[in-house]
Nanobody
């Protein structure tokens, strides 16, 4: 079983920054992909970004150039640096860890952390 603990969400003004962290523990499959997803009210959960053990990354078009994902493999922790935040970034952000090649729903999810961007 895998446990994911997220932190770093909060309320920020348009143009501001936040840094999310997610620490994984337990029976973590390797190699793996760690990622961030978000869900806004009334919308489906969507990919924000993910990163593999080897450092390969992928970003949603809506966050390219503003968000940066990184990880510390020794600490099984993934980070999401969010800059130039917009009101449309408001959502609950979820951490996910999965085996490389697996679908996110076959991995493990964190409890979510709220990010609110005011205009």
């Amino acid at each position: 079983q895998v446990q994911l603990v997220e932190s770093g969400g909060g309320l920020v003004q348009r143009g501001g920054s936040l840094r999310l962290s997610c620490a994984a523990s337990g029976s973590i499959v390797t190699p793996n992909t760690m990622g961030w997803y978000r869900q806004a009210p009334g919308k489906l959960r969507e990919l924000v970004a993910f990163i593999t053990n080897g450092g390969s990354t992928n970003y949603a078009d809506s966050v390219k150039g503003r968000f940066t994902i990184s990880r510390d493999n020794a600490k099984n922790t993934v980070y999401l640096q969010m800059n130039s935040l917009k009101p449309e970034d408001t959502a609950v952000y979820y951490c996910n860890v999965r085996a490389i090649g697996a679908l996110p729903d076959f991995g493990s999810w964190g409890q979510g952390t709220q990010v609110t961007v005011s205009s």
